[in-house]
């Protein structure tokens, strides 16, 4: 850039996205019985670059009347 007959200059770097190849949940099964019961489900994610030291995942339930998921992945049973 340049102004009043002075300049100045930045270096920039651009670090290339990664593409997320693969996401693997553990336990690949989950059983719960009973309401109020929690387990704990984990994420691995797999990237272009490799495994993802601290990925963002998002948790959601398919059936969140039976079953809720928080963001840690902590799961806990509503109805039984």
Known sequence: ASSGGQSGSATVTVTPLVTVTAVTVA???LSLTG??????????????A????????????SN?????????????TVTS
């Open 50 to 61: 490799g495994v993802a030291s601290a990925p963002t995942v998002t948790w959601t339930s």
């Open 27 to 29: 336990p690949a099964t």
């Open 64 to 76: 969140p009347s039976i079953a809720t998921v928080a963001g840690t992945g902590t799961t806990a």
């Open 35 to 48: 309401v109020g019961v929690t387990g704990q489900l984990t994420a691995t994610v797999t990237t272009s």
